[in-house]
């Protein structure tokens, strides 16, 4: 079974400045899709950038970047130029590509990272 | 991406009661799904919605407990059934579309509070 872990339950970064939330994953696939969704107190879940395993250019969304280490299996989300509006709770997801019927659709999410941003 | 919303925001239920919960798409999409976000918790997923049929619970998740229903393709019910205080969680309801099957999109979630 695939897991995700994300080692930091909280992380703080100063308005406009640049912070990396970490993620990594277990998995004997080797196609997959992996996701950063963003939650804000109002408990929406956002998704913010996500990336196919078997493309090696990393993803990017204007502010958002990911550096994703196949090898390593390692998916961090770098968050630039930080605004008060990212202020959330940040998960990691995987979900595997190869079609099983309904389970393969089934999202793994980490633990989530609590991300603070000070003025 | 979807329009997808959940009525109601926001509940609070006395234990022993129902409710149920209800997502609305505003187009066709390929799976619906229900997840279960306890107080500072990640997502746990209850089931997958299928239509016209019963729906795919995982493991720990019983039909008796979480009845649903998808009558079509943009529309879902979850009941939460003889309620008590560890029920009290965020539902939210996902989709997959029928373009990007690849992506999964959350509605706003509801609330849940068991006195």
């Known amino acids: 079974a695939q897991t995700v872990t994300q080692s930091q339950p909280e992380m703080s970064v100063q308005e406009a400045e640049t912070v990396t939330l970490s993620c990594t994953y277990d998995t004997s696939e080797s196609d997959y899709y992996l996701f950063w969704y963003k939650q804000p107190p109002s408990r929406q879940m956002i998704l913010v950038i996500r990336q196919e395993a078997y493309k090696q250019q990393n993803a990017t969304e204007n502010r958002f970047s990911v550096n994703f280490q196949k090898a390593a299996k390692s998916f961090s989300l770098k968050i630039s130029d930080s605004q008060l509006g990212d202020a959330a709770m940040y998960f990691c997801?995987?979900?595997?590509?190869?079609?099983?019927?309904?389970?393969?659709?089934?999202?793994?999410f980490g633990k989530g990272t609590k991300l603070s941003v000070i003025p | 991406s979807a329009v997808i919303s959940q009525k109601p925001s926001r509940d609070i239920c006395q234990r022993g009661t129902s409710l149920t919960i209800q997502c609305q798409v505003d187009s066709q999409v390929t799976m619906m799904f229900w997840y279960r976000q306890q107080p500072g918790q990640s997502l746990t997923l209850i089931a997958t919605a299928n239509q016209g049929s019963e729906a795919t619970y995982e493991s720990g998740f019983v039909i008796d407990k979480f009845p649903i229903s998808r009558p079509n393709l943009t529309f879902s019910t979850l009941t939460v059934s003889n309620m008590s205080p560890e029920d009290s969680s965020i539902y939210l309801c996902?989709?997959?579309?029928?373009?990007?099957?690849?992506?999964?999109?959350f509605g706003p979630g509801t609330r849940l509070t068991v006195l």
């Open positions: 996902s989709v997959v579309g029928a373009r990007s099957t690849d992506t999964q999109y």
């Open positions: 997801a995987y979900r595997s590509s190869a079609y099983s019927g309904a389970g393969s659709y089934q999202l793994t």
